[in-house]
């Protein structure tokens, strides 16, 4: 996207970014709280996410900011760096300084040119990604919709720091439900579907002042409203929780940096390339799932966005925030609320900067319901029933994959359930690869000979072996075979060497081979490996 163009689509991006700040400021929030980081270091790296890599990054509608995939492993490492140097404060500190490495590890990965990663994963397990997420965020936040708050707003994770899981959670609010705040979150998903199914048809009015404000802006007014009623009213702790500083010195106090002076503890390398590899990974299958949700089908560069968050990753780690990847619940709220070019993750940022300094008392009387129903719009847009028949309908090859993703993500976490995907995934390619490596037909024109033609595939690797020696080893006495490998392009040694085995059995059971190829053709071969060694190296790429 050229400069130029940044304002052209300001219309679109504005109305965008307000949606995106209302559904990262209580996961910035969150995700902080679920590491057992600061709060506003998760603020730190939603603002950085925004403004810095918003700015940097080639991707038309990605947002970055803290993650939830990073959480476990963020809370583990300020665990152990805190024990290891004697207070919270101290082992942050040098945690930061894993944050900073890690960063300039991710640049690394750009110069290396390793974002072309993410292609190697099928679309099928990427689908799965969105509908898992999708899934998710609706199940995390049902609780904070019947104003139950009991675990952190960026616990994505299937078991739950507080030692439940997902369903409990889900049973404990039922039995703890808020009236006020199950009232004003069903009439902030009312205010949300009325906005998006008539009243965005109705006019410019409608499009530009977006539901999700609305519902904020009615959320607030009813926490003044009934803060005083006992059966109506919302308790402080279901509302948002932003660090309110009583002077600007106490402003400039929460900001924490790195200690650089831990550059020679080796756990502190460790930690870093943790980081780099894993928000790179997700960093990298964030951009082709919003590619791919993407109306514009805009094509992000993979190297400049792990530049881009390195980047992010350095300067969030210099000032005291968190690890930044692109993440794609704020990404798809993008998408879903229109936005066109990376303006709208620029402002979103800068938004969050100008409510943590002006107006953080305000921003503490929203409740968390109404947050909770704007990210039930964004999580039924991701896992749509109707993408589940799609997927069904396109075979078992895609289905499996995409369901066995969409699993793993609900009932452990987001890395195990892309990778358990990206297994079967690989499974199903071999087993599609072991029956596809021959074709076999034969004929029997009378009792007394048989004809048998085997023609191998393109590619016939070592997975093939035991289909193609099964075969031949079923080719009954007196035969002919005719073996064609005319259009093979790869031949892989192991299945010479089954071809070279054959020659003798050949003998022994009176079976004539010919061998059709490119060059001509070859009756009974004595040698296969002399024979395909003088093959050209377009016919046969391995010899």
């Known amino acids: 996207m050229k400069n130029e163009n940044l304002f052209s689509h300001l219309k679109n991006d504005l109305p965008s970014s307000i949606v995106v700040f209302f559904v990262a400021l209580p996961l910035c ?22 403004i810095v890599v918003g700015a940097l990054s080639g991707s038309s509608i990605g947002v970055s900011g803290p993650a939830a995939g990073l959480a476990a492993i963020v809370f583990l490492a300020i ?44 679309s099928s397990v990427i689908r799965g990604m969105l509908t898992g997420i999708g899934i998710i965020i609706i199940l995390k936040q049902i609780p904070h919709f019947f104003g139950y708050d009991s675990d952190p707003e960026g616990d994505f994770a ?16 039922f039995n703890n439900i808020s009236i006020g705040a199950t009232l004003i979150g069903l009439v902030s998903l009312g205010i949300l579907l009325l906005w998006s199914n008539v009243l965005s048809k109705k006019g410019k009015f409608f499009q530009l002042v977006q539901g999700p404000l609305v519902a904020v802006v009615v959320g607030i007014i009813y926490y003044l409203l009934t803060a005083s009623n006992s059966t109506f009213g919302i308790s402080p702790d279901h509302l948002v929780s932003v660090p309110v500083p009583d002077n600007f010195d106490s402003f400039l106090g929460q900001f924490s940096f790195p200690t650089f002076s831990a550059l020679t503890n080796p756990a502190v390398w460790i930690t870093a390339f943790t980081l780099a590899l894993v928000a790179s990974l997700e960093t990298l299958l964030c951009v082709e799932a919003t590619d791919k949700l993407d ?71 929203i409740p968390l319901s109404v947050l909770a129903a704007v990210l ?27 369901i066995i993703t969409v699993l793993g993500i609900v009932f452990t976490d987001l890395l195990v359930g892309i990778g358990l995907g990206l297994v079967v995934g690989i499974f199903i390619i071999l087993i599609k690869s072991y029956q596809n490596s ?49 259009k093979t392009r790869y031949l892989d040694h192991d299945i010479i060497e089954i071809l070279e085995d054959f020659t003798i059995k050949a003998k022994e059971k009176n079976i004539n081979v010919t061998l059709l190829s490119e060059r001509g053709t070859v009756e009974n071969p004595d040698s296969y490996i002399a024979l395909f060694k003088l093959r050209p190296k377009k016919e046969f790429s391995n010899i």
Not at 43 to 49: H, T
Not at 111 to 118: E, P, S
Not at 353 to 365: D, G, H, M, R, S
């Open 79 to 122: 665990q152990d760096f805190s024990e290891t140097y004697g207070s919270f404060e101290a082992g942050f500190k040098v945690f930061l300084v894993a944050v900073v490495l890690g960063g300039i590890i991710q640049i690394i990965f750009g110069i290396l040119r390793l974002g072309i990663i993410g292609y190697f994963f099928p």
């Open 158 to 173: 299937f078991n739950q720091v507080d030692g439940g899981n997902t369903f409990s959670g889900i049973m404990d609010a």
């Open 29 to 50: 929030l969150g995700i902080a709280l679920a590491s057992g980081a600061p709060l506003f270091s998760g603020l730190i790296a939603g603002i950085v996410g925004g």
């Open 438 to 486: 021959h074709f076999l037909h034969k004929e029997d024109p009378d009792v007394d000979h048989k004809n048998v033609k085997m023609t191998l595939a393109e590619e016939v690797t070592f997975f093939n072996k035991a289909a193609i020696s099964r075969e031949l080893d079923n080719i009954p006495e007196d035969s002919k075979l005719t073996l064609d490998v005319r």
């Open 376 to 402: 039930f719009i964004v999580g039924w847009k991701l896992a749509n029933p109707a993408l589940f028949k799609k997927m069904f309908d396109l075979g078992w090859m895609q289905f499996i994959p995409f």
């Open 295 to 365: 109306p514009h089908k805009n094509v992000t560069p993979t190297n400049r966005e792990l530049f881009a968050q390195g980047t992010g990753n350095i300067v969030s780690g210099l000032i005291g925030g968190l690890p930044i990847t692109q993440v794609i619940v704020r990404s798809s709220a993008n998408i879903q609320s229109g936005g066109r070019t990376k303006m709208s993750a620029i402002i979103h940022g800068f938004f969050l900067l100008f409510a943590v300094i002006l107006i953080p008392t305000l921003l503490n009387k």
